[in-house]
């Protein structure tokens, strides 16, 4: 069974920096196209689209919010100048297939979340 795991959450001050992991294990269908998107959630609160790659043509998409302080790579997701309003649960996903991808939560895999939180 393939499993996500992120890492890497935790107290951050505003303007600060952070860097997700999403590690992979179980995985025993050696594709090389798939979709890697990263999801937070606010308790009560929709899950929201983040950042997106897809393996197939490095295409990225991002929200609108995180756009510019964000950046995602197949591994990592990497955040600059933390706002609070980014605090939330972030859970990252996969996709499996070559199409661009998209911000929904039309992912097959999903992690477990790690916390971040934004906060002086």
């Known amino acids: 069974q393939l499993r996500l795991v992120e890492s890497g959450g935790g107290l951050v001050q505003p303007g600060g920096s952070l860097r997700l992991s999403c590690t992979v294990s179980?995985?025993?269908?050696?594709?090389?196209?798939?979709?890697i998107g990263w999801f937070r959630q606010v308790p009560g609160e929709e899950r929201e689209g983040v950042a997106c790659?897809?393996t197939r043509d490095g295409i990225t998409n991002y929200a609108d919010s995180v756009k510019g302080r964000f950046t995602i790579s197949t591994n990592y997701l990497s955040m600059n100048n933390l706002k609070p309003e980014d605090t939330a649960n972030y859970y990252c996903?996969?996709?499996?297939?070559?199409?661009?991808?998209?911000?929904?939560?039309?992912?097959?895999?999903w992690g477990q979340g790690t916390q971040v939180t934004v906060s002086s």
């Open positions: 996903a996969r996709r499996d297939g070559g199409d661009t991808c998209q911000l929904d939560p039309d992912y097959t895999y």
């Open positions: 179980g995985d025993t269908s050696y594709l090389y196209y798939y979709s």
């Open positions: 790659i897809s």
